[in-house]
Structure formats: C-alpha cells, structure tokens
C-alpha cells in the first residue's frame, strides 16, 4: 500500500528548486547549450540549474498524477517562465528509452508575480477546485508560511529541494491530514458476489 498524498504540491522557485534569485542574480537573454540537461546560462554565463533531487522529485509527482504548480513572488516573470521552457529534466531514473522533457511541463500551474502568496494560492484553488488542506507548499522564506491561515501545509526549505526537505514535507502533510477511509458500499458488495 502506497501512503497518500497531496493533491496539489507546489513550489516556490528562486532558493527552492534553483540556487538564485532570477530576478537578481540572471541577465538575460537564457540559453541552452544543445541537449544540454538542467543547465542554461545567462549573459554572462551565469548557470541556472535545478538543485540535485528536483528532477526525480518532478517525475516522481507526476507518476503520482498529483498536480504540480509553481508559486514565486519573483519580480521577473517572464525570465522564471523562460527558465522553466528552456531547462531540460532527464528521463526518470532507470527509463533507458525516455526522453528530456522542458521542465514547464511539469508544472500544471504558474503563479509566478510579485507579492504576498496568499493570492498565488488563492488563484490555485478557484483554477482547480482542490481544497487547501489537499496543498503542500514548499518554500524557502519563512515568512511564506503565511498561506498556512487558508489551510495550506507548508514545508520550509533550507539548503535547496531535496528528497529529504521532500519527505520531510509529505510526513507533515500526513500527520495534519491521516488517511480517512471510505468504503464504498457498492464496491464491497460487488466483490462479496463474485
């Protein structure tokens, strides 16, 4: 038996799943060397990268049919959505006939734009309907926790996205949220009669 999990998990960008600030530390314009996987580089050669264990935690999520947004207060929108086009995740581990896949496909949401998250998560929930308490949120800035007052369970990221941070998040969400099993009175019956 698989444990649960959220329906929504979403992310933050700059110090989260990327060692910068795209608003700050980027010029653009970005580019890909090649095929390169989860590497570009900006003007001045600056690397934007995925820290280590996001790509197995992207493909993870979206194994698990959960749905993946991501929530940045950047000031530079159109740069973070450029750098999610332009890198490149590998095939899942151990997938000898995948392909690389832009990282944007991973993501079914973006809310990326200035100001509190409390509206970033607010627009989430109208788009797809998901309770906030079925939201885990991972991000680096303490003062994000804010969006814990609508139902949301956050996870504070502090050396970078990793499967540890990962897990550590999915254990928290669970504690707050234990499975409730429902059964289905229809399907028991039909079992008991075959």
């Known amino acids: 038996m698989t444990s649960r999990l959220p329906r929504l998990v979403a992310f933050d960008l700059d110090y989260t799943l990327w060692d910068l600030w795209i608003d700050t530390h980027v010029t653009p314009p970005l580019k890909r ?11 001045h050669g600056e690397e934007v ?3 280590h264990d996001v790509p197995e935690i992207l493909h993870r999520l979206r194994a698990a049919e959960v749905v993946v947004a991501a929530c940045s207060r950047t000031h530079a929108p159109k740069l973070a959505r ?8 590998p095939p899942q ?3 000898r006939h995948g392909s690389q896949r832009p990282a944007i496909g991973f993501f079914d949401h973006l809310e990326i734009y200035p100001g509190s998250k409390i509206p ?4 989430l ?4 309907g998901i309770p906030y308490s079925e939201i885990l949120f991972f991000d680096d800035e303490r003062r994000n926790a804010e969006v814990e007052s609508l139902g949301v369970t956050f ?7 990793d499967d540890r941070t990962f897990e550590k998040g999915l254990a ?3 504690r707050r949220h234990p499975v409730e099993v429902v059964e289905d009175a229809s399907a028991t019956v039909a079992a008991d009669g075959e």
């Open 33 to 43: 060397q090649g095929q390169a996987i989860n590497s570009i580089r900006d003007k």
């Open 49 to 51: 990268a995925f820290y």
């Open 82 to 89: 450029q750098a999610l086009s332009l890198l490149l995740i």
């Open 93 to 95: 581990a151990g997938d």
């Open 120 to 123: 970033h998560f607010q627009s």
């Open 125 to 128: 929930h109208k788009k797809t």
């Open 155 to 161: 996870c504070l990221v502090q050396r970078g996205m």
């Open 172 to 174: 928290e969400w669970r």
